[in-house]
C-alpha cells in the first residue's frame, strides 16, 4: 500500500493490516519554476506535482504531459531504460527525493520507483505469489537499527533491472561518512530449485527462511546492473547475513552485472539451487568472495574479486562444500566455473587464506581463472572431494604460490587433510596447462584498480561451452579480455577502500 503526500491529511483513519507492507511517502518540491530545471537538459517544471520533466515534443511547457510518472502516480512508472536518457536521469537524480519506509510483508505486488528513496526496516518478506519489481535508478537504503533485510521468499519473485548509468543500489542507511560493513542485513533469494539438505532454512534468519524444492528452473526473478553495500548484519556469533544470499535458486533466475562491496560475511553465497550468474564482482568482503554449499549446481562466468588487506580473517576467493558434514547427499555440488579474476589481499596475515578451498565432498570444473595475492593458490580437503582445474593462472600468491606440500606435519597448512591428495604434482600436470606467468594487473589498488591484462592472455586458455549461457569468445585467463574490457565499469560500479 502506497501513502503519499495527498493521503496525509486521512491517514489517522486507516487501519494497519499486517499483511500490507506500508510506504510512507514524505514528498517534498523539487521546482517551482522552468528555471528551477535548467540543471536538466531539456527539462520543464511540471507545475502539478513540483517536479522536473523531460519537455513535451510539441507545444507548451507543464501539465503532466511531459513524458515522466509524477511521484505519486497510481499506474506503475515506466522503465528508465524505455524513456529518453534525459527523462530517466532527470527522474531518478533529482535532489531531495522524498523517503519511503518499506517494511513488513509484500503479499501483493508492488513497484519501487526511482523518484523516491527507501528505507529498508527490519525483515522486509516478499510472499509467493507477489513480485517486488524496482525500477532503474532506485535506491534502498537498509536501516541500522533494526537490521533491515530484503527477504524473497519461495513463490515470490525480484524483478530489479538497473541500467549501467542508472543501477539499483542497495545501501546503507547511515550518512556517508559513517558507512562501514554490516550496517544492514543483504538481499536475500529463496527459491524451489533442488538442494540436499530437507527442511532447509538460510542462516542469518530466525524465521521465514526455508528454501527448496524440485523445480530445477524456478525463476525468482532478474536482478541486473545491482550494488548491494556495507551489508551482513551479524545475527548471531558466526552467524551473519550475506552480501547477495541464493538459498535454492532456480535457474529461471536472471543474474547479471551485480556487485557487492564491503560486507561482513561472503559476497556471494549459493546454498544448493541451480542459478547461473555472470559479471559478479566482489570487493572487500569479510568473508569468502564466493562460496557454495548444499548441492550447487549452477553454471558462473566472469567473476571478479578484490579483498580488503585489513580483514584479518579466513577469506577465500572459492570456498565450496557439497554441505557441513561432507556427506554424499544429492544433488552433489558440482559449478562450473569459466573466467575469473580472484584477487587476495596481497600480503600475509595472521589467518589461512586460499584462491581455492575446496572441500567436504563438492564437485566442481573450474577454467581460465586467475588466482594472484592469496597466501596460497589452492587447496583441497577431504577424502570425497574431486574437482577438475586447468587452463589458470596462478600468479603472485605468496607463502606458496599453487599450494602447500601437505607433509603430514602438524601445522594447520602442511597437515594431511585430503587422504594423500598432492595438490602441486595434481596443478603440475603438463595436461592442466597452469601457468605462472605475470598477468601484468594492479590487484591491490583499492581505488584504481587494474583487473584486466594489458593484452588477452589466450595461451593455455579453454574455449568456454556454446550452451546458451556460457559466452564460447572468451577463451581468455580471466575476467576480463585486456585492459579494454570495461564491462566492470560505469555508474554501477563503486571501487572505493570503503
Given at each position: 500500500?502506497?501513502?503519499n503526500?495527498?493521503?496525509?491529511?486521512?491517514?489517522?483513519?486507516?487501519?494497519?493490516?499486517?499483511?500490507?507492507?506500508?510506504?510512507?511517502?514524505?514528498?517534498?518540491?523539487?521546482?517551482?519554476?522552468?528555471?528551477?530545471?535548467?540543471?536538466?537538459?531539456?527539462?520543464?517544471?511540471?507545475?502539478?506535482?513540483?517536479?522536473?520533466?523531460?519537455a513535451p515534443?510539441?507545444?507548451g511547457?507543464?501539465g503532466?504531459?511531459?513524458?515522466?510518472?509524477?511521484?505519486d502516480?497510481?499506474?506503475?512508472?515506466?522503465?528508465?531504460?524505455a524513456?529518453n536518457?534525459?527523462?530517466?536521469l532527470?527522474?531518478?537524480?533529482?535532489?531531495?527525493?522524498?523517503?519511503?519506509t518499506?517494511?513488513?510483508?509484500?503479499?501483493?505486488?508492488?513497484?519501487?520507483?526511482?523518484?523516491?528513496?527507501?528505507?529498508?526496516?527490519?525483515?522486509?518478506?516478499?510472499?509467493?505469489?507477489?513480485?517486488?519489481?524496482?525500477?532503474?535508478?532506485?535506491?534502498?537504503?537498509?536501516?541500522?537499527?533494526?537490521?533491515?533485510?530484503?527477504?524473497v521468499?519461495?513463490g515470490?519473485?525480484?524483478?530489479?533491472?538497473?541500467?549501467?548509468?542508472?543501477?539499483?543500489?542497495?545501501?546503507?542507511?547511515v550518512?556517508?561518512?559513517n558507512?562501514?560493513a554490516?550496517?544492514w542485513?543483504?538481499?536475500?533469494?529463496?527459491?524451489?530449485?533442488?538442494?540436499?539438505?530437507?527442511?532447509?532454512?538460510?542462516?542469518?534468519?530466525?524465521?521465514?527462511g526455508?528454501?527448496?524444492?524440485?523445480?530445477?528452473a524456478?525463476?525468482?526473478?532478474?536482478?541486473?546492473y545491482?550494488?548491494?553495500?556495507?551489508?551482513?548484519?551479524k545475527?548471531?556469533?558466526?552467524?551473519?547475513i550475506?552480501?547477495?544470499?541464493?538459498?535454492?535458486?532456480?535457474?529461471?533466475?536472471?543474474?547479471?552485472?551485480?556487485?557487492?562491496?564491503i560486507?561482513?560475511?561472503?559476497?556471494?553465497?549459493?546454498?544448493?539451487?541451480?542459478?547461473?550468474?555472470?559479471?559478479?564482482?566482489?570487493?572487500?568482503?569479510?568473508?569468502?568472495?564466493?562460496?557454495?554449499d548444499?548441492g550447487?549446481?549452477?553454471?558462473?562466468?566472469?567473476?571478479a574479486l578484490?579483498?580488503d588487506p585489513?580483514?584479518?580473517?579466513?577469506?577465500n576467493?572459492?570456498?565450496?562444500?557439497?554441505d557441513?558434514?561432507g556427506?554424499?547427499?544429492?544433488?552433489?555440488?558440482?559449478?562450473?566455473?569459466?573466467?575469473?579474476?580472484?584477487?587476495?589481499?596481497?600480503?600475509?596475515?595472521?589467518?589461512?587464506?586460499?584462491?581455492?578451498?575446496?572441500?567436504?565432498?563438492?564437485?566442481?570444473?573450474?577454467?581460465?581463472?586467475?588466482?594472484?595475492g592469496?597466501?596460497?593458490?589452492?587447496?583441497?580437503?577431504?577424502?570425497?572431494?574431486?574437482?577438475?582445474?586447468?587452463?589458470?593462472?596462478?600468479?603472485g600468491?605468496?607463502?606458496?604460490n599453487?599450494?602447500?606440500?601437505?607433509?603430514?606435519?602438524?601445522?594447520?597448512?602442511?597437515?594431511?587433510?585430503?587422504?594423500?591428495?598432492?595438490?602441486?604434482?595434481?596443478?603440475?600436470?603438463?595436461?592442466?596447462?597452469?601457468?605462472?606467468?605475470?598477468p601484468?594487473?594492479?590487484?591491490?589498488?583499492?581505488?584504481?584498480?587494474?583487473?584486466?591484462p594489458?593484452a588477452?592472455?589466450?595461451?593455455?586458455?579453454?574455449?568456454?561451452?556454446?550452451d546458451?549461457f556460457?559466452?564460447?569468445?572468451?577463451?581468455f585467463?580471466?575476467a576480463?579480455?585486456?585492459?579494454?574490457?570495461?564491462?566492470?565499469?560505469?555508474?554501477?560500479?563503486?571501487w572505493?577502500?570503503?
Amino acid at each position: 500500500m502506497n501513502i503519499n503526500r495527498r493521503w496525509l491529511a486521512i491517514l489517522p483513519i486507516l487501519v494497519a493490516v499486517t499483511s500490507c507492507s506500508f510506504l510512507l511517502d514524505t514528498d517534498g518540491a523539487q521546482c517551482r519554476s522552468d528555471g528551477d530545471c535548467a540543471r536538466f537538459a531539456g527539462a520543464v517544471c511540471d507545475r502539478k506535482f513540483d517536479v522536473c520533466v523531460a519537455a513535451p515534443g510539441g507545444g507548451g511547457k507543464g501539465g503532466s504531459g511531459g513524458g515522466l510518472a509524477a511521484p505519486d502516480a497510481s499506474v506503475a512508472p515506466r522503465d528508465a531504460t524505455a524513456e529518453n536518457d534525459a527523462s530517466a536521469l532527470v527522474r531518478c537524480t533529482r535532489p531531495n527525493k522524498p523517503t519511503v519506509t518499506l517494511q513488513g510483508d509484500i503479499a501483493t505486488s508492488d513497484m519501487l520507483s526511482c523518484d523516491k528513496d527507501y528505507r529498508l526496516v527490519g525483515n522486509v518478506f516478499v510472499k509467493a505469489g507477489a513480485t517486488l519489481t524496482i525500477e532503474a535508478g532506485t535506491t534502498i537504503r537498509g536501516d541500522k537499527e533494526t537490521k533491515g533485510t530484503l527477504i524473497v521468499q519461495p513463490g515470490a519473485r525480484l524483478m530489479a533491472e538497473g541500467t549501467r548509468d542508472l543501477p539499483i543500489v542497495f545501501t546503507s542507511g547511515v550518512d556517508v561518512a559513517n558507512r562501514q560493513a554490516g550496517d544492514w542485513g543483504g538481499v536475500i533469494l529463496l527459491g524451489k530449485a533442488p538442494v540436499n539438505e530437507a527442511k532447509a532454512s538460510i542462516e542469518g534468519l530466525l524465521e521465514g527462511g526455508e528454501y527448496g524444492g524440485t523445480d530445477p528452473a524456478d525463476s525468482s526473478g532478474t536482478l541486473k546492473y545491482v550494488r548491494i553495500e556495507y551489508s551482513g548484519t551479524k545475527i548471531g556469533p558466526n552467524n551473519e547475513i550475506n552480501g547477495l544470499t541464493l538459498g535454492g535458486v532456480g535457474a529461471g533466475t536472471l543474474l547479471d552485472y551485480i556487485q557487492v562491496r564491503i560486507t561482513t560475511d561472503d559476497c556471494f553465497e549459493f546454498f544448493g539451487g541451480t542459478v547461473n550468474a555472470k559479471h559478479l564482482l566482489c570487493q572487500g568482503n569479510g568473508d569468502d568472495g564466493f562460496d557454495w554449499d548444499l548441492g550447487y549446481r549452477g553454471k558462473l562466468q566472469f567473476l571478479a574479486l578484490q579483498q580488503d588487506p585489513d580483514v584479518v580473517d579466513e577469506t577465500n576467493g572459492f570456498e565450496g562444500d557439497n554441505d557441513a558434514t561432507g556427506s554424499t547427499k544429492t544433488p552433489l555440488s558440482e559449478p562450473t566455473i569459466f573466467n575469473a579474476t580472484l584477487c587476495g589481499k596481497g600480503r600475509d596475515v595472521d589467518k589461512q587464506q586460499y584462491g581455492l578451498l575446496l572441500r567436504r565432498t563438492t564437485r566442481g570444473r573450474f577454467r581460465n581463472l586467475i588466482v594472484y595475492g592469496f597466501e596460497a593458490g589452492f587447496d583441497v580437503r577431504d577424502a570425497n572431494t574431486v574437482v577438475d582445474v586447468a587452463s589458470s593462472v596462478f600468479f603472485g600468491n605468496g607463502t606458496k604460490n599453487l599450494a602447500y606440500e601437505e607433509n603430514g606435519t602438524d601445522n594447520e597448512a602442511q597437515k594431511d587433510d585430503d587422504v594423500g591428495f598432492d595438490e602441486i604434482a595434481y596443478l603440475s600436470q603438463p595436461m592442466r596447462k597452469i601457468s605462472a606467468q605475470d598477468p601484468g594487473l594492479d590487484c591491490f589498488n583499492r581505488s584504481a584498480l587494474r583487473l584486466g591484462p594489458n593484452a588477452a592472455l589466450g595461451e593455455g586458455a579453454e574455449s568456454p561451452p556454446s550452451d546458451g549461457f556460457f559466452d564460447p569468445t572468451a577463451a581468455f585467463m580471466g575476467a576480463f579480455r585486456d585492459a579494454n574490457d570495461a564491462w566492470a565499469s560505469g555508474s554501477w560500479v563503486v571501487w572505493q577502500p570503503r
